[in-house]
Every structure is written in C-alpha cells, then in structure tokens.
C-alpha cells in the first residue's frame, strides 16, 4: 500500500509537470522507478503501461482547450513511432544491468538540461519542416530505450526551434499517445516472441503501475488548463533538479554494488 501510494504521489506529480510543459512524466517516473532498483526494460515497460491511460486523458484536454497544432501532430507522430519501436527493441535486447548505468546518465543530463532550459526564453516562430522528423524518431528512441524523453527531447527542440509554448505542448502531449502505444505494443511482441523475460520484474511492479495509473488520471484533465496559467520556467526548474538529484542517487547506488 505505501508503495502504491508513494506511486500515486509521482504520477500524479509527473502528469501534472507532463501537462504544463509537455515533457517529464516518463523521466520522473522512470528515474523513481530506477532509484528502486527496477531493471531499465521493466521500469521503461511499466511507464509506458501507465502512459497509455495517462496520455489518452491528458491529450484529450488538450484537444478540448485547442492547443494542438494538427499539421506539426502528423509531421511529428509517425517518427516518433519509428524511433520509439526500435528503441523498445534495443532496450529488450540487452542485459539490464549492463545498459542501466547509461540510462540512469542520460536521464541525469536531460535533468541538468531542463535546470538550463528554464533560464532561458525564446521567441516564438514557426518551426522548420527538417527539424520536426529527426527529432521525431531521437525522441522516440530515447523515450522508450530511456524510459523517459519524448517531451523533453521533442518539446525542447521544438521550442528550441522557435515553436509557439502552448501548441508546441499540447501537440507534443496528445502525439504522445500514440507514441506510447507503438512502444507498448513492441513490448508485448518482444515478450510473445520470447526474446525478453519481462514476469518477475513486472509483478513486483504492479503497484507502482496502478499507482502511476491513478495519480496520472487525477492530474491529466489538468493539463490543457494548466499549460496556460503555470509558471513553465520555475517548474522546469524544479523538476530538472529534483531529475538529477533522483539520477545522482541511482549512480551512487550502481557505485556501491
């Protein structure tokens, strides 16, 4: 039970963050997830289970406020897919311990870059067309190889490009979807297919999955509202730290084993 709770506790802060700037749940929940000793292809497997009902809910209330902009959605959504399928794949092909330190480091630097992003503000123009389909498929990639990136990758890059905050967000959020399911449904084949032994890892994981579940539900209909009226840079910030410090506990972890 405290398990869950304390899951309930996180999804529900992720989604909340995830629903304002478009990027972090899957970082937040994956970097806990880690901090607890849970192998990289499990923790990456049971975000994206919680992200299926989350981003569902939360890319409806962006659709509901309008902050979605279709033509960047369609750009950007079938990269995505691309890149997410293959990196479930490297993810499900390699020993856990040996690719867990590279995890829990590049969730450490885009913690680092997010503490950096929020210093930072950048006009808002439309975002060029090459941009959007390689930074699709990294984001893919490193969301599901990472556990964790397809909002701060592809959210910072498009407002890196000069996107306008609100449609860069509640494009980002609701193509998200998608993305996860893509990612979802590459987990499951590698299990049918019997190329990754996924039951010990995940039983133990079921509170935390219906623990990200629930809180990401109570905050998800938030999240078109709340990339209005939020403070994005003073978030950004905070969650960026609380990224590192959770990513320096793990490497601490993995220095002492």
Known sequence: MMDFLLFVFVGFLAQ???GALGMAYG???TTTLLA??????????????????????SGSSHLYHRNIDWKL???????????????AYVLTSFDGNLIKPFVTGYLGLVGAWLVVRSFKRIPSKPVPTRFVAPLGAAGGFLDAAGGGG????????????GGAPRYVIGT??????LITLAVSLSFFLALLTGRW???????????????????GLLAAPLAGLTVKRLDERALLRAVGILIVLLAGYKTIQLAWL
């Open 16 to 18: 909340v963050v995830d």
């Open 27 to 29: 970082v937040i929940s």
């Open 36 to 57: 607890f000793g849970v192998s990289p292809a499990h923790a990456s497997a049971t975000v994206h289970a919680a992200e299926l009902f989350t981003t569902a809910a």
């Open 73 to 87: 959605f369609w750009r950007l959504t079938p990269c995505g897919i691309v890149g997410g399928c293959l990196g």
């Open 150 to 161: 397809w909002g701060p990758v592809v959210t910072s890059g498009l407002l890196g490009a």
């Open 172 to 177: 980002v959020n609701a193509s998200e979807f």
């Open 197 to 215: 032994d996924i039951a010990g890892g995940m039983v133990s994981s079921l509170a935390s999955i219906f623990g990200l579940i629930f809180g």
